[in-house]
């Protein structure tokens, strides 16, 4: 019974098991912090998106621009939301931009 204790194989494999799985996740956690969160929108797309939304919908109410460039900028718009979604922040701010291109909102038509 005395033996058990100090059985050396037995004690070398109950230290190792608790150092690889701190390894383990610290190997995780140091990587999920690396990446790009995803899953949610930046704060500057969250931002961007909401501009871009007013601005479509003013043109639509001042009927200023032709319904077929509208339904274009709201296709962009879903675009550069999907890709803010996954992480690809750069790519979705520069379509929101392009849509800005929408210019300003003229008085409505009568």
């Not at 009927?63 to 996954?86: E, F, G, I, K």
């Amino acid at each position: 019974m005395f033996s058990l204790f100090f059985n050396r194989p037995l004690l070398r494999k109950h230290r190792v098991l608790p150092g690889l799985a701190i390894s383990a996740s610290l190997a995780m956690a140091i990587s999920s912090m690396a990446q790009e969160p995803k899953g949610h929108l930046a704060l500057a797309c969250s931002q961007r998106d909401i501009t871009v939304i007013t601005l479509i919908e003013d043109h639509g109410a001042a009927d200023d621009v032709p319904a077929d460039r509208l339904y274009s900028a709201a296709l962009t718009q879903l675009r550069a939301r999907s890709a803010c979604y996954v992480g690809r922040t750069e790519e979705a701010l520069a379509l929101y931009d392009s849509i800005l291109d929408l210019g300003p909102i003229q008085s409505a038509k009568q």
